[in-house]
């Protein structure tokens, strides 16, 4: 194991509607096994074309200090 990520098991558990948001993208919700119930979705933007029960690995890697939050997006 990394010591600078971590890879966790998750499944996409629900779809938004592309008009929900102010950029008009469809999200989708990951369940994540694991992680504390407050903590366990995740909403990210659909743009792999991810369908409701699909098993996903999310992988959460240690940013660059120069990094700010928004290049993430």
Known sequence: MNASCLR???SVSE???P???ADQR???TVFVQGAEPLYAEL???NEHGWRVGQRVVITIDLA???VGLDAAA
């Open 64 to 66: 660059e200090a120069s």
């Open 43 to 45: 909403r990210i933007q």
């Open 8 to 10: 966790l098991i998750g």
């Open 19 to 21: 008009g929900l948001y």
């Open 15 to 17: 779809l938004s509607r």
């Open 26 to 28: 469809e999200r989708v």
